[in-house]
């Protein structure tokens, strides 16, 4: 079970020391104090704002839209850089609203009549733990002698988090709610409290000077919500408190009047209220133990899909923290130490998408479900060029696909309020969005005119976004109902960018006013900027997606529509991933040097991972030549991409020193973009941002399973540092399951066990599988398990 739970000798101090449980829906972060246990609540729809932030003054107006693209376009073909920096900057809205935390429940303990210790010394045997196969956090000792235990989780079916204190003598107990939002109403007192909330009309992002940064405004929309909470107890209800308590079982739901992605607000928050305490009635009549079998049953359909076991377990049951500790040096981790840290790692990052994305709600954010700020780093909300998307790299290859419906959902409702932006800005039709979105789905440039083009200004979001699209497709994961909704999704997103190119010098196309994300160059004349031509980025996703649409069209008998007719001519007018002189990936076309050679963002390498189709030998030198160039040392989420590429590239050796890097605590500010594990093992940017956990887990997953070129390969980029292993519940293309183990033998893996079986009917013929020892031909035609005979 050491790969399945983390476990601490001492409560949490800080947010990063806390450990998250989630439905999807409902969050919290388990502080683990037992004489005032804190359980810091997020709820996925809090959201300042409304759909009419999009709208709020001052809109930029088609006329100026119109003038700045001219001015833009002029400077470029002049070669005036910084120039078009300036006009572009002239198509900036405001900003994307922020996620915010919700509200707090604190379960205070007095015993033999000592007050709480809330200054939280260390309490006799204690532990506290996160159990991933269960989803639940524990914490146990002993307070003034009295032996006590705290355990906090969330139903996914029931819709609520349940907290449970017990005591082996009576001792009294205080439940507190408690929010960081505008409280507008308290009812109740001891065995039953509602709080009501209303969150801000617009908060302005902690990267950004305002004057008033988080602004509630009585006469503008803005979400409304509740957090209801009920207890069960063998003590007396006093007042504000419980006397002589051994049990006490709090049940507790949030619920607010956003409806949907992109949608109008319900007008009061009566339904809302009903909607909470509607959930926690049902808890109670089911009974606890009833929620908990369904809860236990819910969180192990997602969780136990998938596992990994690696190496041989050489730490001695210590601490997670102490692993920690014990694996890093002075600036790099030693996993061969304790490859179990890796595993562990592999199935928190599986425990996180599953905890804060689920059908029928919104995406996982730049945190996940789980913030305590008001003005939270980048708003946590959700960076479409680069970090959205890794967040589910892994949802495919981990047998996580359901995680993945919320952004889904966050696709087409931009397809929806994008074309407006697209008309308006661009004066073109389909559909737009640029580098960040939020759960009204925005789509305008951000930054109020004064941000940098080389993040504020890329109108390509919704083309990478259209790629998970595609591989639910080819993952077999969509049915054809869902692929005609696909279609016109594409479609919208390439009728756009057939509008966006132009006919370049060389006759062929591209794209005049192109950013690399969040990266700007040097001319060989000295200027600065970030505007230039075709962005390889670019170039890989106008590739991808008129490829995709014009296969798509075939299949669905669209093939003569008037869009997929014009990607069929531009896709031979498009040309290949330009090169250096020196044999890597060039950023983009123009004659440009990037300003900052060892960025964290490696974009124009998207073509090789999370691309699919074979790379040939002269694209896979100048990916490694690249990657070599900017360096290994960058950011948590950047790390993990790194990794991924160097596992599609099959470089095992290169995976280890990237992993030496992705496991270093956070004790010490080495200072810049170095990332590593915080105490509780979130990934660090610095700060936390979730996606270096859930593009681990991806990255995990493609040194084991190749499967995006022609048959399967297996083992193509185990590090020498994971050992022996084996793994079940790996998911290749086009829904091919697999669970296997190897052995290491002079350092290099050896297949020692297969089985698989045909998830989908695509999956369904003989499969061609490469792996150190050779390769394989094997015939699935049922749905059942196959063990494969590896002499064959």
């Known amino acids: 079970m050491s790969d399945h739970v983390l476990w601490y000798r001492e409560p949490a101090r800080t947010w990063t020391q806390a450990l998250p449980v989630g439905n999807g829906a409902l969050g919290a972060m388990c502080f683990g104090e037992l004489a005032d246990a804190l359980v810091q609540l997020n709820d996925e729809t809090a959201w300042s704002g409304s759909p009419q932030s999009e709208s709020a003054e001052p809109v930029v107006s088609a006329e100026d839209a119109r003038a700045a693209l001219d001015a833009a376009r002029a400077h470029m073909t002049r070669g005036e850089y910084p120039e078009a920096d300036a006009a572009v900057r002239r198509l900036q809205h405001r900003h994307t609203q922020a996620y ?27 532990r506290r733990e996160l159990d991933l196969t269960t989803a639940t956090h524990s914490a146990i000792g002993s307070i003034a002698g009295i032996a006590v235990s705290h355990s906090t989780w969330v139903s996914g079916p029931h819709g609520v988090l349940v907290h449970t204190f017990e005591s082996e003598e009576p001792v ?33 992002p902690g990267h950004d000077d305002a004057d008033e940064p988080i602004r509630y405004a009585a006469d503008e929309e803005s979400v409304a919500g509740v957090v209801h909470a009920r207890v069960e107890t063998d003590g007396v209800a006093e007042g504000d408190s419980i006397r002589n308590a051994r049990t006490v079982t709090v049940v507790l739901a949030t619920d607010t009047t956003f409806t949907r992605i992109g949608e109008p607000l319900e007008a009061d928050v009566a339904a809302a209220e009903a909607r909470a305490r509607a959930r926690v009635d049902a808890a109670l009549v089911d009974g606890i133990d009833a929620v908990r079998a369904r809860q236990l049953a819910d969180h192990a359909a997602l969780y136990d899909a998938a596992a990994i076991r690696l190496g041989d377990s050489t730490h001695d049951g210590s601490d997670t923290l102490s692993r920690l500790r014990a694996v890093n040096g002075s600036d790099a981790a030693d996993l061969p130490a304790d490859p179990g840290l890796a595993a562990l790692l592999f199935h928190y990052g599986r425990y996180l998408l599953i905890c804060s994305s689920r059908p029928g709600g919104l995406p996982a954010t730049l945190q996940g479900i789980w913030n305590d700020q008001l003005r939270p780093p980048w708003s946590s909300n959700y960076t479409t060029n680069i970090n959205v998307e890794m967040n589910y790299w892994g949802a495919h290859t981990t047998s996580l696909s359901e995680t993945e419906d919320p952004l889904v959902a966050l696709i087409a409702a931009l397809a929806v309020r994008g074309a407006e932006t697209a008309e308006r800005l661009y004066d073109a039709p389909g559909w737009v969005a640029h580098h960040n979105t939020d759960a009204w789905a925005y789509t305008q440039p951000v930054g109020g005119g004064e941000h940098d083009p080389a993040w504020a200004f890329w109108p390509m979001a919704g083309l990478w976004l259209c790629l998970h699209l595609a591989d639910r497709d080819r993952f077999g994961v969509a049915d054809r109902q869902e692929l005609e909704r696909t279609f016109d999704i594409v479609r919208g997103a390439v009728e756009f960018a057939q509008a966006w190119v132009s006919r370049q010098p060389d006759g062929t196309l591209g794209t005049l006013l192109s950013t690399s994300p969040e990266t700007d160059f040097t001319t060989a004349d000295g200027a600065r900027g970030s505007v230039a031509r075709s962005a390889t980025l670019d170039l890989v996703l106008l590739h991808a997606n008129f490829g995709y649409l014009t296969d798509l069209a075939e299949r669905l008998g669209r093939a003569d529509d008037p869009v997929v007719v014009a990607a069929r001519d531009m896709l031979t007018d498009l040309p290949g ?3 250096t002189d020196d044999g890597s990936v060039a950023e983009w076309r123009d ?13 124009p390498l998207l073509f090789a991972y999370p691309g699919v189709g074979q790379l040939d030998e002269v694209l896979a030198a100048a990916t490694r030549r690249f990657l070599d160039l900017r360096g290994d040392e960058s950011t948590g989420w950047s790390l993990a991409w790194k990794l991924a590429l160097r596992a599609r590239l099959s470089q095992p050796d290169r995976v280890d020193r990237l ?15 170095s990332g590593g594990l915080y105490d509780n093992l979130l990934a660090a940017h610095p700060p936390f941002q979730i996606d270096g956990n859930l593009g681990y887990t991806a990255a995990v997953a493609e040194m084991l399973v190749h499967s995006h070129g022609e048959g399967l390969r297996l083992l193509p980029a185990v590090p020498a540092s994971f050992g022996s292993g084996e793994v079940r519940g790996l998911v290749a293309r086009p829904g091919v399951a697999l669970a296997f183990s190897w052995d290491t033998a002079e350092d290099a893996p050896r297949l020692t066990s297969l089985r698989m079986r045909a998830m989908t009917n695509a999956a369904r013929r003989t499969h061609r599988v490469d792996h150190p020892g050779g390769a394989l031909v094997v015939t699935l035609d049922d749905g059942e398990w196959h063990e494969v005979d590896l002499r064959g």
């Open 100 to 126: 915010l935390p919700f509200g707090d429940l604190r379960v205070q303990v007095t015993a033999r009549g000592e007050a709480p210790d809330t200054a939280g010394g260390p309490a006799q045997a204690y």
């Open 172 to 204: 009294d107990v205080q439940v507190l709610l408690d929010t960081p939002l505008r409280e507008t109403r308290r009812d109740g007192v001891a065995l039953e409290q509602t709080v009501h909330v209303r969150l801000p009309t617009d908060v302005v």
């Open 577 to 579: 991933i330009p090169l």
């Open 591 to 603: 004659a440009v040097t990037p300003t900052d050679p060892h960025h964290r963002h490696v974009s």
């Open 659 to 673: 992993l030496a890097l992705v496991f270093r605590d956070m004790r010490d500010d080495r200072g810049g973009e």
